[in-house]
């Protein structure tokens, strides 16, 4: 098993960027990979990175400008996500699987 601690700030990436699509005017996943890639020629899939929560420092470099804020203003919003939110992520993911599953 993965580093508990290592899951729990994978999440809270996950649960920012999220929370900042949502501040944006709930942009969607499509559009936001489609405006990132007009704005910066960057391809990938954020809906990936908000399931496997999965970074490299160039990506959220690249969505913190995108979002318009500083990386460490990125990274103290990362820090406020609370562990309760993170324990229902946690729920909410294996909920998802389960149902896939079957």
Do not use: P, W
């Amino acid at each position: 098993m993965k580093n508990q601690k290592i899951e729990d700030f994978k999440i809270a990436v996950i649960l920012t960027l999220k929370q900042l699509r949502k501040e944006k005017g709930d942009i969607s996943q499509a559009a936001f990979n489609a405006d990132i890639l007009d704005k910066t020629g960057f391809t990938h899939n954020i809906g990936r990175n908000e399931v496997e929560g999965n970074f490299n420092m160039e990506t959220l470099y690249i969505y913190s400008v995108y979002f318009g804020i500083e990386l460490t203003d990125f990274f103290e919003r990362v820090c406020k996500v609370s562990s309760q939110d993170i324990e229902k992520f946690k729920i909410d993911k294996i909920k998802r699987k389960t149902k896939k599953d079957a």
